[in-house]
């Protein structure tokens, strides 16, 4: 059974960081695609970013290219999700997704992933 456990999450200071991972277990990872979703108060889920593990490519959300980063480590089958320079508008819960290839040809910001985890609460006070 797939299981993604975020974690990560805080209060922080506008232009801070926060380092959010997501642990997982249950696949084969090495062949999946991870995708990090969030959504603020009283708005709707958004892609934030995503990683095609096999080759390590990586796509963005415009809100966060150029400050948010996405990476993974093997060994530990954990995704990261890097975030710099945060803005009070990042505040949301943060998630993290992952789906394997059926048959179906999606874009990694494509938000029909498989398994989900429960979150982690990131704030950004101004």
């Known amino acids: 059974q797939v299981q993604l456990i975020e974690s990560g999450g805080g209060l922080v200071q506008t232009g801070g960081s926060l380092r959010l991972s997501c642990a997982a277990s249950g696949g084969t990872f090495s062949t999946s695609d991870m995708g990090w979703f969030r959504q603020g108060p009283g708005k709707e889920r958004e892609f934030v970013g995503a990683i095609r593990w096999s080759v390590g490519g990586t796509v963005y959300a415009n809100s966060v290219k150029g400050r948010f980063t996405i990476s993974r480590d093997d060994a530990k089958n954990t995704v990261y999700l890097q975030m710099n320079s945060l803005k009070p508008e990042d505040t949301a819960v943060y998630y993290c997704?992952?789906?394997?290839?059926?048959?179906?040809?999606?874009?990694?910001?494509?938000?029909?992933?498989?398994?989900w985890g429960q979150g982690t609460q990131v704030t950004v006070s101004s």
């Open positions: 997704a992952a789906r394997w290839y059926d048959g179906t040809v999606r874009t990694l910001s494509n938000p029909a992933y498989d398994h």
